[in-house]
């Protein structure tokens, strides 16, 4: 947790909503309300601000995730996604990755925009305790990551210039409320052919990915960009990546060892990177 972030005074305490700030001891959150609330921060460093217990992704799910992530294999979009957003003329503010895993996107964007302060948030404290460690080790100063569900961000309203959404639920009101005016939100999701490779490799038909149904309406689309392209896959990252895919939890166990056999894979990844603006006009209330 940055100094500068808490400086700002845009986290909220879950409770009372008043601002965080470090405890004196430097251990924790502190609220400012009239009932002082406080919150531990981990050893790898982020805090958790979420009250009801629910639970985001696994800790196998994470790793699996991670592991599969430390070979680059979205390099594709990571680029494209900082491209887009340094095209932007943002507003005053912190980017935000709501939902944002084991951070692979969320360090990447801290290291592009040093003179923003980067928060990433997620339901998942196993994906976060790895996401910490993970900037730690690369000595990124200007990231942040807070355990808390998407639909209750502990933020001020208007605090976010930019509010990325990659692969995770789209909370739109709740995003529209902390999104500064004239802010933007990059949403991200599987285009139509996402993982074909591997889908070819599980089953006898496959299909091409639905439509998301949960696509911002209240703000205004600004661009929309398909980016793909042909990845090998080695053993044993074939297997971390179906781990992280929902194919995962559907599939036979006869049809997933003839996958864990292969020592290559290649596949198509395909992402749909849709910009929204928040324009003035634009309430909470959407
Ligand atoms: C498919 S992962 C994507 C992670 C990351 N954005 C990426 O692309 O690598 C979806 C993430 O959303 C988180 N998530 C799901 N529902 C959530 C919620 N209601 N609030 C916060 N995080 C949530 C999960 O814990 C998980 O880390």
Redesign the pocket.
Known sequence: MTQALLEKKILLCPVCRAPLSLSEDGRGLRCEGKRIHTFDLSKSGYVNLSLKYRE??TLDACRS?HAF?ETDPYSILRQNLSAAISDLELPEGIIL?A????G??TNDLAGAFTDRQVLG????KF?LDIASKEAKKTAVANVSYAV????ELPLLDESCACLCN????CCESEFARVLADGGYLVFVYAGPEHLWGLKQALYDEVYVNEKRQDEPKGLKEISHKRVRETITVRSPHIKELFAMTPYYFHTSPDRAEKLYLLDELDTVVDFEIKIFRKESSCRPSL
């Open positions: 985001g992704d995730r992530f990755d939902g944002c895993g084991e692979y996107y948030a997620d339901l998942s994906a808390c569900n998407l639909t990659i692969f995770a639920p």
